[in-house]
Nanobody
């Protein structure tokens, strides 16, 4: 089976940090680009970040650039999203997704089930 499982979400104060994990099973994720997305209630799902499978090229949404960092640990078959300087606007369910190929421009192949991030004082 092919599965992605997100973890690491929770409640954090504005300005705080969280580290999300996306663990893969059923496939080796280092051959695929992995993206992070988020969706707040009543809003469309939006792309947050992505990391390619080849040279590790990363992309970020303008709203998180400079605050979030995506990385991968191939030995653990896991991709991370380090989120710093969190804002209330970052509150959403965060999903990871495996792209169909090794590039962030590829189509999405599979989704995880999401982890809730709430930024509030």
């Amino acid at each position: 089976q092919l599965q992605l499982v997100e973890s690491g979400g929770g409640l954090v104060q504005p300005g705080g940090s969280l580290r999300l994990s996306c663990a893969a099973s059923g496939f080796t994720l280092d051959y695929y680009a992995i993206g992070w997305f988020r969706q707040a209630p009543g809003k469309e799902r939006e792309g947050v970040s992505c990391i390619s499978s080849s040279d590790g090229t990363t992309v970020y949404a303008d709203s998180v650039k400079g605050r979030f960092t995506i990385s991968r640990d191939n030995a653990k078959n896991t991709v991370y999203l380090e989120m710093n300087s969190l804002k209330p606007e970052d509150t959403a369910i965060y999903y990871c997704a495996a792209l169909e190929g090794g590039y962030c421009s590829d189509n999405i192949g599979s989704w995880g089930q999401g982890t809730q991030v709430t930024v509030s004082s």
